[in-house]
């Protein structure tokens, strides 16, 4: 199916990431980003330290959407992501964390330790994520709260979702449903 494909925009001051949620279908794909073996990529728990990390945004990764009948995808370019993990430092939005993209939700007990953007020339590229593209944003999370944690296993949350306000132009640039498959 050819669908219409949106870059995400955010050159207006006013908009830019407003908060990261814990979700059990990341945003970065319907369901699961898979690779060449089906493996299914979500964010890593280290259980012993109560850590999860893993991709928030994934470069030039078509995302599917639907408003009503209209199916359209939407794709965060480098430069864009670039633009809202500083915008998301600027506003020291770092710890606005909230389960399931649910307002209600928003939790003081998980706090980033560390974000980064992916940069393979540079040295930056995080083990087991070989394949997500250069430019994608990942973040690092202490869920200080030992019922959110055994919460977040037992529902099984499979990763990070973002809560963005931006515009969307219209690309006629070609993307590829997997980023740097071969």
């Known amino acids: 199916m050819n669908m219409d494909n949106y870059l995400i925009n955010i050159d207006d001051e006013e908009l830019g990431m407003s908060a990261i949620s814990l979700v059990e279908y990341p945003a970065i794909e319907v369901n699961f980003l898979k690779f060449d073996k089906q493996e299914h990529l979500k964010f890593q728990a280290e259980e012993d330290k109560q850590m999860l990390f893993g991709p928030v945004i994934i470069a030039d990764q078509p995302i599917y959407r639907r408003n009503g009948l209209y199916e359209y995808n939407v794709i965060f370019n480098k430069e864009t ?74 529902e099984e949350f499979n990763g990070f979702s973002i809560e963005v306000c931006a515009d969307l132009v219209p690309t006629n640039e070609k993307f590829s449903e997997m980023p740097n498959a071969p």
Not at 88 to 114: A, P
């Open 81 to 154: 992501i670039e633009k809202l993990a500083e915008r998301y430092s600027k506003n020291n939005l770092w710890n606005s964390i909230n389960l399931q993209h649910n307002e209600n939700t928003f939790v003081d007990s998980v706090v980033m330790v560390e974000c980064f953007i992916k940069d393979a020339e540079k040295g930056i590229s995080p083990k087991g994520f070989e394949q997500v593209s250069d430019g994608s944003l990942f973040a690092r999370f202490h869920v200080q709260d030992s019922k959110l944690w055994s919460l977040l296993k037992s």
